[in-house]
């Protein structure tokens, strides 16, 4: 069995075992004829794969998060290409520019242009807007109206604590 397990990685896999085993046993000693065998069976066998530091389904896929470069590269590496490279072809829109054509894209995207707005919208826009001027207009006024000209004829605190005599 080689190594394909990395250090960070068999630290999680073996903390996550023990909590996991932790929370069966505890689980166990209330209920114990309700005892999370899976649960217990998974985390002692995420536990067997920290110490150990070999994973029978990176095995299976190919995959190693060791720093070693083996026949498939290293897991971190290969991801770190891979989202690189995503973000350039997201930024660039396609990996087949020129240098001078990725600057002048990256230029115009970073000027902010004002969207074109269809008749529709503007009419949605100005709905908006005058609903948002109103209610912030009939809030000011209740704002500044006082407590005893909305009551006159009661107390607010008499019906905040009620008397039992």
Same mark, same amino acid.
């Given at each position: 069995?080689?190594?394909?397990?990395?250090?960070?990685?068999?630290?999680?896999?073996?903390?996550?075992?023990?909590?996991?085993?932790?929370?069966?046993?505890?689980?166990?000693?209330?209920?114990?004829?309700?005892?999370?065998?899976?649960?217990?069976?998974?985390?002692?066998?995420?536990?067997?794969?920290?110490?150990?530091?070999?994973?029978?389904?990176?095995?299976?896929?190919?995959?190693?998060?060791?720093?070693?470069?083996?026949?498939?590269?290293?897991?971190?590496?290969?991801?770190?290409?891979?989202?690189?490279?995503?973000?350039?072809?997201?930024?660039?829109?396609?990996?087949?520019?020129?240098?001078?054509?990725?600057?002048?894209?990256?230029?115009?995207?970073?000027?902010?242009?004002?969207?074109?707005?269809?008749?529709? %919208?503007? $009419?949605?826009?100005? =709905?908006?807007? +005058?609903?948002? @001027?109103? *209610?912030? %207009?009939? $809030?000011?006024?209740? =704002?500044?109206? +006082?407590?005893? @000209?909305? *009551?006159?004829?009661?107390?607010?605190?008499?019906?905040?604590?009620?008397?039992?005599?």
């Amino acid at each position: 069995m080689r190594r394909n397990v990395g250090t960070t990685d068999a630290m999680i896999r073996i903390t996550a075992g023990l909590l996991g085993l932790a929370y069966g046993v505890g689980r166990m000693s209330k209920r114990p004829h309700r005892t999370p065998w899976l649960l217990m069976s998974l985390s002692a066998m995420k536990v067997a794969e920290g110490v150990t530091r070999f994973c029978p389904m990176y095995a299976a896929i190919g995959m190693n998060s060791t720093g070693e470069k083996g026949e498939s590269g290293n897991l971190m590496d290969r991801i770190k290409k891979s989202s690189i490279q995503a973000v350039m072809n997201q930024v660039t829109g396609g990996s087949n520019r020129t240098e001078s054509n990725v600057n002048e894209t990256t230029a115009a995207q970073m000027t902010h242009r004002e969207p074109e707005l269809t008749a529709e %919208d503007r $009419k949605i826009e100005e =709905a908006v807007r +005058d609903f948002v @001027n109103e *209610s912030s %207009d009939a $809030k000011s006024a209740v =704002a500044g109206t +006082d407590r005893k @000209n909305r *009551s006159d004829h009661y107390s607010h605190d008499e019906h905040r604590y009620p008397t039992y005599s």
